[in-house]
T-cell receptor, first 115, second 118 residues
Protein backbone atom coordinates (compact mmCIF):
# COMPACT_ATOMS: atom_id res chain seq x y z
CA UNK A 1 0.00 0.00 0.00
CA UNK A 2 0.85 3.67 0.03
CA UNK A 3 3.46 4.95 2.48
CA UNK A 4 3.81 8.65 3.27
CA UNK A 5 6.86 10.03 5.04
CA UNK A 6 6.78 13.52 6.51
CA UNK A 7 9.64 15.74 7.73
CA UNK A 8 10.43 17.38 10.01
CA UNK A 9 8.43 16.09 12.94
CA UNK A 10 8.82 19.40 14.75
CA UNK A 11 9.58 22.85 13.38
CA UNK A 12 10.08 26.15 15.19
CA UNK A 13 10.23 29.43 13.30
CA UNK A 14 10.22 33.07 14.23
CA UNK A 15 7.09 35.00 13.46
CA UNK A 16 7.34 36.39 9.94
CA UNK A 17 9.71 33.69 8.71
CA UNK A 18 8.76 30.94 6.28
CA UNK A 19 8.07 27.32 7.15
CA UNK A 20 8.51 24.36 4.82
CA UNK A 21 7.22 20.84 5.43
CA UNK A 22 8.14 18.01 3.10
CA UNK A 23 6.47 14.71 2.31
CA UNK A 24 7.34 11.76 0.12
CA UNK A 25 5.02 9.03 -1.07
CA UNK A 26 5.61 5.57 -2.45
CA UNK A 27 2.71 4.82 -4.80
CA UNK A 28 3.39 6.43 -8.16
CA UNK A 29 -0.30 6.08 -9.02
CA UNK A 30 -1.34 8.41 -6.19
CA UNK A 31 -2.58 11.67 -7.63
CA UNK A 32 -4.34 13.69 -4.94
CA UNK A 33 -2.43 15.28 -2.08
CA UNK A 34 -4.26 17.29 0.60
CA UNK A 35 -2.76 19.05 3.59
CA UNK A 36 -4.55 19.28 6.92
CA UNK A 37 -3.99 21.53 9.90
CA UNK A 38 -4.91 20.20 13.33
CA UNK A 39 -4.98 22.29 16.47
CA UNK A 40 -4.81 20.60 19.85
CA UNK A 41 -8.01 18.71 20.58
CA UNK A 42 -9.61 19.73 17.30
CA UNK A 43 -10.42 18.07 14.02
CA UNK A 44 -8.06 18.05 11.02
CA UNK A 45 -8.98 20.91 8.71
CA UNK A 46 -8.17 20.90 5.02
CA UNK A 47 -6.02 23.92 4.20
CA UNK A 48 -4.89 23.23 0.66
CA UNK A 49 -4.71 20.36 -1.79
CA UNK A 50 -3.04 19.61 -5.09
CA UNK A 51 -3.71 17.18 -7.87
CA UNK A 52 -1.11 15.46 -9.98
CA UNK A 53 -1.81 17.44 -13.12
CA UNK A 54 -0.62 20.59 -11.31
CA UNK A 55 2.91 21.36 -10.12
CA UNK A 56 2.15 24.19 -7.74
CA UNK A 57 -0.83 25.79 -6.08
CA UNK A 58 -1.01 28.90 -3.94
CA UNK A 59 -3.61 30.30 -1.58
CA UNK A 60 -2.54 33.55 0.08
CA UNK A 61 0.34 32.66 2.46
CA UNK A 62 0.14 28.94 1.78
CA UNK A 63 1.55 27.13 -1.24
CA UNK A 64 2.04 23.51 -2.13
CA UNK A 65 4.43 22.08 -4.72
CA UNK A 66 4.41 18.62 -6.23
CA UNK A 67 7.21 16.74 -7.96
CA UNK A 68 5.68 13.58 -9.40
CA UNK A 69 8.95 12.27 -10.75
CA UNK A 70 10.59 12.40 -7.36
CA UNK A 71 7.32 11.53 -5.59
CA UNK A 72 7.47 14.36 -3.13
CA UNK A 73 5.34 17.34 -2.26
CA UNK A 74 5.87 20.25 0.07
CA UNK A 75 3.88 22.80 2.04
CA UNK A 76 5.20 26.35 2.21
CA UNK A 77 3.86 28.90 4.69
CA UNK A 78 5.18 32.42 4.29
CA UNK A 79 5.02 35.29 6.79
CA UNK A 80 4.16 32.90 9.59
CA UNK A 81 1.93 34.07 12.42
CA UNK A 82 1.42 32.64 15.91
CA UNK A 83 -1.99 31.29 14.85
CA UNK A 84 -0.21 29.09 12.31
CA UNK A 85 1.07 27.03 15.26
CA UNK A 86 -0.50 23.57 14.95
CA UNK A 87 0.22 20.07 13.71
CA UNK A 88 0.23 19.77 9.93
CA UNK A 89 -0.45 16.50 8.13
CA UNK A 90 0.20 15.65 4.53
CA UNK A 91 -1.77 12.89 2.86
CA UNK A 92 -1.93 10.98 -0.38
CA UNK A 93 -4.68 8.94 -1.87
CA UNK A 94 -3.85 5.29 -2.16
CA UNK A 95 -4.53 3.86 -5.56
CA UNK A 96 -8.15 2.95 -5.27
CA UNK A 97 -9.54 -0.39 -5.98
CA UNK A 98 -13.15 -0.58 -6.96
CA UNK A 99 -14.61 2.38 -5.10
CA UNK A 100 -12.01 2.76 -2.39
CA UNK A 101 -10.82 6.20 -1.35
CA UNK A 102 -8.26 5.73 1.34
CA UNK A 103 -6.16 8.70 2.38
CA UNK A 104 -2.79 7.74 3.83
CA UNK A 105 -1.41 10.34 6.23
CA UNK A 106 2.08 11.32 7.21
CA UNK A 107 2.90 11.33 10.92
CA UNK A 108 2.57 15.09 11.20
CA UNK A 109 4.74 18.14 11.78
CA UNK A 110 4.31 20.20 14.92
CA UNK A 111 4.87 23.80 13.87
CA UNK A 112 5.57 26.40 16.54
CA UNK A 113 5.67 30.04 15.53
CA UNK A 114 7.55 32.10 18.09
CA UNK A 115 6.30 35.67 18.49
CA UNK B 1 -24.89 23.43 6.41
CA UNK B 2 -23.83 21.52 9.46
CA UNK B 3 -20.52 19.77 9.25
CA UNK B 4 -19.75 16.18 10.09
CA UNK B 5 -21.31 15.51 13.49
CA UNK B 6 -19.81 13.04 15.91
CA UNK B 7 -20.97 11.95 19.32
CA UNK B 8 -20.11 11.47 22.00
CA UNK B 9 -17.17 13.86 21.98
CA UNK B 10 -15.66 12.14 25.00
CA UNK B 11 -16.31 8.64 26.21
CA UNK B 12 -14.85 6.77 29.16
CA UNK B 13 -15.17 3.02 29.31
CA UNK B 14 -13.82 0.37 31.64
CA UNK B 15 -11.87 -2.51 30.18
CA UNK B 16 -14.23 -5.12 28.77
CA UNK B 17 -17.10 -2.73 28.10
CA UNK B 18 -18.42 -1.73 24.70
CA UNK B 19 -17.95 1.63 23.04
CA UNK B 20 -20.28 3.00 20.37
CA UNK B 21 -19.29 6.04 18.39
CA UNK B 22 -21.73 7.77 16.08
CA UNK B 23 -21.19 9.87 13.00
CA UNK B 24 -23.64 11.83 10.90
CA UNK B 25 -22.09 12.93 7.59
CA UNK B 26 -22.44 16.37 6.08
CA UNK B 27 -25.71 16.99 4.32
CA UNK B 28 -25.56 15.54 0.84
CA UNK B 29 -22.65 13.24 1.66
CA UNK B 30 -23.22 9.53 1.33
CA UNK B 31 -19.68 8.29 1.96
CA UNK B 32 -18.24 7.91 5.44
CA UNK B 33 -14.73 7.11 6.62
CA UNK B 34 -13.41 6.32 10.08
CA UNK B 35 -9.88 7.14 11.16
CA UNK B 36 -8.10 6.51 14.45
CA UNK B 37 -5.51 8.84 15.91
CA UNK B 38 -3.30 7.71 18.75
CA UNK B 39 -1.72 10.40 20.96
CA UNK B 40 1.09 12.25 19.17
CA UNK B 41 0.52 10.27 15.98
CA UNK B 42 -1.08 10.64 12.59
CA UNK B 43 -4.43 9.41 11.40
CA UNK B 44 -4.81 5.77 10.48
CA UNK B 45 -7.54 4.68 8.09
CA UNK B 46 -9.95 2.14 9.50
CA UNK B 47 -12.97 1.74 7.27
CA UNK B 48 -14.86 3.30 4.37
CA UNK B 49 -18.62 2.90 4.07
CA UNK B 50 -21.49 3.90 1.89
CA UNK B 51 -25.11 3.50 2.91
CA UNK B 52 -25.65 -0.16 3.84
CA UNK B 53 -22.29 -1.11 2.38
CA UNK B 54 -18.76 -1.57 3.67
CA UNK B 55 -16.48 -0.64 0.79
CA UNK B 56 -13.05 -0.97 2.37
CA UNK B 57 -12.34 -2.24 5.87
CA UNK B 58 -8.67 -2.99 5.35
CA UNK B 59 -7.68 -0.81 8.31
CA UNK B 60 -10.05 -2.36 10.82
CA UNK B 61 -8.67 -4.71 13.45
CA UNK B 62 -9.96 -8.19 12.73
CA UNK B 63 -11.59 -8.65 16.11
CA UNK B 64 -13.77 -6.53 18.39
CA UNK B 65 -14.22 -3.70 15.88
CA UNK B 66 -17.19 -3.30 13.54
CA UNK B 67 -18.77 -0.47 11.59
CA UNK B 68 -22.06 0.12 9.90
CA UNK B 69 -23.83 2.84 7.98
CA UNK B 70 -27.51 1.97 7.84
CA UNK B 71 -30.02 3.28 5.36
CA UNK B 72 -31.42 5.55 8.05
CA UNK B 73 -29.41 7.11 10.86
CA UNK B 74 -25.76 7.72 11.58
CA UNK B 75 -22.76 5.56 10.92
CA UNK B 76 -21.67 3.65 14.01
CA UNK B 77 -18.23 2.42 14.97
CA UNK B 78 -18.52 -0.28 17.61
CA UNK B 79 -15.69 -1.53 19.76
CA UNK B 80 -16.44 -4.55 21.90
CA UNK B 81 -14.53 -5.57 25.01
CA UNK B 82 -12.38 -2.46 24.96
CA UNK B 83 -8.77 -2.58 26.10
CA UNK B 84 -6.41 0.22 27.18
CA UNK B 85 -4.81 0.26 23.73
CA UNK B 86 -8.13 1.33 22.21
CA UNK B 87 -7.79 4.71 23.90
CA UNK B 88 -7.54 7.17 21.04
CA UNK B 89 -9.36 9.85 19.11
CA UNK B 90 -11.69 8.42 16.49
CA UNK B 91 -12.43 10.74 13.61
CA UNK B 92 -15.21 10.35 11.13
CA UNK B 93 -15.05 12.02 7.73
CA UNK B 94 -17.47 12.25 4.85
CA UNK B 95 -17.51 13.08 1.16
CA UNK B 96 -20.25 13.52 -1.42
CA UNK B 97 -19.00 10.65 -3.51
CA UNK B 98 -16.30 8.05 -3.48
CA UNK B 99 -13.24 7.15 -5.45
CA UNK B 100 -12.59 9.59 -8.21
CA UNK B 101 -8.93 10.37 -8.12
CA UNK B 102 -9.10 12.74 -11.04
CA UNK B 103 -11.36 15.08 -9.16
CA UNK B 104 -9.56 14.57 -5.87
CA UNK B 105 -12.79 14.21 -3.99
CA UNK B 106 -12.31 16.17 -0.79
CA UNK B 107 -13.24 14.68 2.54
CA UNK B 108 -14.17 16.67 5.63
CA UNK B 109 -13.57 15.59 9.19
CA UNK B 110 -15.80 15.71 12.22
CA UNK B 111 -14.60 16.97 15.61
CA UNK B 112 -13.72 13.49 16.77
CA UNK B 113 -14.68 11.19 19.62
CA UNK B 114 -12.08 10.78 22.35
CA UNK B 115 -12.23 7.32 23.88
CA UNK B 116 -10.51 6.67 27.17
CA UNK B 117 -10.35 3.14 28.51
CA UNK B 118 -9.67 2.87 32.23
Amino acid sequence: GENVEQHPSTLSVQEGDSAVIKCTYSDSASNYFPWYKQELGKRPQLIIDIRSNVGEKKDQRIAVTLNKTAKHFSLHITETQPEDSAVYFCAAIQSPGAGSYQLTFGKGTKLSVIP
Amino acid sequence: NAGVMQNPRHLVRRRGQEARLRCSPMKGHSHVYWYRQLPEEGLKFMVYLQKENIIDESGMPKERFSAEFPKEGPSILRIQQVVRGDSAAYFCASSPRGADTFSGNTIYFGEGSWLTVV
